[in-house]
């Protein structure tokens, strides 16, 4: 018998990503059925935190359906839609819905990503990439898992007409975040890099920018990029195209900006090379799970990290990378399995 599990979505591709790669490892183990719901939250900051302690509390009371369908926007499911034997949910706009399901439902809630400022009350499984989070409901994870396996990216690069012949690597372009501010100084580097390591290794890049590098960054780019050093280039703000699959698939080794921990994850997730790069002004609160998730996958030989103004001189020829042995999705589905004992 197939079990269901409903996949509660805020919108976040990259939180999107990690809720599907695990229900994806659960599919490959066992019989399941994948629905995915979205809701768009409409409050914010303080109202969330009434709702939390005083509307919810510790025992993650579940919200009106009003509400839940009203202010949490959660769209209209189907009378006929059969029943979850497990939700699945990452980032935190999701969690009021989320949670509100799973105890209507009476559904174990398995959440993706920091479990704070929610009690361990409120989930049956956290997988956390965070080492502060230590209640029984959590889960340490060396890596987040996502849709990327080194098996999905070998096909699609296996399948890509346009694939391009030689060595290449891959460069995958983010932009600003709340840790990480770029100047046009950061991005002048970068390019510098891609066109220093393409004369010095014979090699041509495939270049993907992303919805948040923006228009003026991307030009910057191209205007300072040797047109002789790529062999593909996905403008984002000129026209989206997504093909990181194939792309990742073709490289021989990923680097990419810092700024975003999916990106990072998915080029760990393909086993090959990766070079993380951080512009210089880099800050994280104090409480950020970030700085220590880096350097893990760091020292345990995943990624090489470096600043931006460091990259042209960065030459990792001779490093020794030490890909996972096992995909992150398999692993995680294996730890869930165990725990549900339902399956």
Same mark, same amino acid.
């Given at each position: 018998m197939k079990r269901v599990v409903w996949i509660i979505s805020e919108g976040s591709p990259g939180h999107v990503s990690q809720s599907v790669g695990l229900a994806e490892g659960l599919a490959r183990l066992v019989p399941v059925e994948i629905r995915q719901f979205e809701c768009r939250p409409r409050i914010h900051g303080f109202t969330r935190h009434l709702i939390r302690l005083f509307r919810m509390g510790k025992s993650g009371k579940p919200l009106s359906a009003a509400m839940v369908h009203?202010?949490? $926007?959660?769209?209209?499911?189907?009378?006929?839609?059969?029943?979850?034997?497990?939700?699945?949910?990452?980032? $935190?706009?999701?969690?009021?819905?989320?949670?509100?399901?799973?105890?209507?439902?009476?559904?174990?809630?398995?959440?993706?990503?920091?479990?704070?400022p929610y009690p361990a009350s409120w989930f049956h499984t956290v997988f956390t990439p965070s080492q502060e989070e230590t209640s029984p409901v959590d889960v340490a994870i060396e890596l987040i898992p996502t849709k990327i396996t080194r098996d999905s990216v070998a096909l699609a690069a296996r399948e890509w007409d346009e694939r391009p012949a030689g060595p290449v690597w891959a460069m995958l372009v983010g932009g600003a975040s709340?840790?990480?501010?770029?100047?046009?100084?950061? /991005?002048?580097?970068?390019?510098? $890099?891609?066109?220093? /390591?393409s004369r010095r290794d014979g090699i041509r890049w495939l270049i993907t920018t992303s919805p948040r590098t923006g228009s003026e960054t991307e030009a910057l780019l191209r205007e300072a990029i040797e047109p002789s050093a790529i062999a593909k280039a996905i403008w984002w703000a000129e026209k989206p195209e997504k093909n990181l699959a194939a792309i990742l698939g073709t490289a021989e080794g990923i680097c990419t900006t810092q700024d975003s921990v999916t990106m990072v994850s998915e080029a760990v997730a393909t086993g090959k090379p990766v070079v993380s790069l951080r512009?210089?002004?880099?800050?994280?609160? $104090?409480?950020?799970?970030?700085?220590?998730?880096?350097?893990?996958?760091?020292?345990?030989?995943?990624?090489?990290?470096?600043?931006?103004?460091?990259?042209?001189?960065?030459?990792?020829?001779?490093?020794?990378?030490?890909?996972?042995?096992?995909?992150?999705?398999?692993?995680?589905?294996?730890?869930?399995?165990?725990?549900?004992?339902?399956?």
């Amino acid at each position: 018998m197939k079990r269901v599990v409903w996949i509660i979505s805020e919108g976040s591709p990259g939180h999107v990503s990690q809720s599907v790669g695990l229900a994806e490892g659960l599919a490959r183990l066992v019989p399941v059925e994948i629905r995915q719901f979205e809701c768009r939250p409409r409050i914010h900051g303080f109202t969330r935190h009434l709702i939390r302690l005083f509307r919810m509390g510790k025992s993650g009371k579940p919200l009106s359906a009003a509400m839940v369908h009203g202010a949490l $926007g959660l769209e209209p499911i189907p009378s006929a839609e059969p029943a979850p034997d497990l939700i699945i949910s990452s980032g $935190g706009k999701s969690v009021f819905v989320a949670r509100t399901l799973a105890a209507r439902y009476g559904a174990p809630f398995v959440f993706l990503g920091e479990r704070k400022p929610y009690p361990a009350s409120w989930f049956h499984t956290v997988f956390t990439p965070s080492q502060e989070e230590t209640s029984p409901v959590d889960v340490a994870i060396e890596l987040i898992p996502t849709k990327i396996t080194r098996d999905s990216v070998a096909l699609a690069a296996r399948e890509w007409d346009e694939r391009p012949a030689g060595p290449v690597w891959a460069m995958l372009v983010g932009g600003a975040s709340s840790s990480h501010r770029y100047t046009a100084g950061d /991005w002048l580097a970068l390019a510098e $890099g891609i066109n220093t /390591w393409s004369r010095r290794d014979g090699i041509r890049w495939l270049i993907t920018t992303s919805p948040r590098t923006g228009s003026e960054t991307e030009a910057l780019l191209r205007e300072a990029i040797e047109p002789s050093a790529i062999a593909k280039a996905i403008w984002w703000a000129e026209k989206p195209e997504k093909n990181l699959a194939a792309i990742l698939g073709t490289a021989e080794g990923i680097c990419t900006t810092q700024d975003s921990v999916t990106m990072v994850s998915e080029a760990v997730a393909t086993g090959k090379p990766v070079v993380s790069l951080r512009p210089s002004l880099t800050t994280f609160a $104090g409480t950020s799970f970030l700085p220590g998730y880096f350097a893990r996958l760091e020292k345990e030989g995943r990624t090489v990290r470096a600043e931006l103004s460091r990259f042209a001189a960065l030459n990792v020829a001779g490093h020794v990378f030490i890909p996972r042995v096992e995909p992150i999705q398999t692993e995680l589905a294996k730890i869930l399995i165990r725990r549900l004992g339902l399956f």
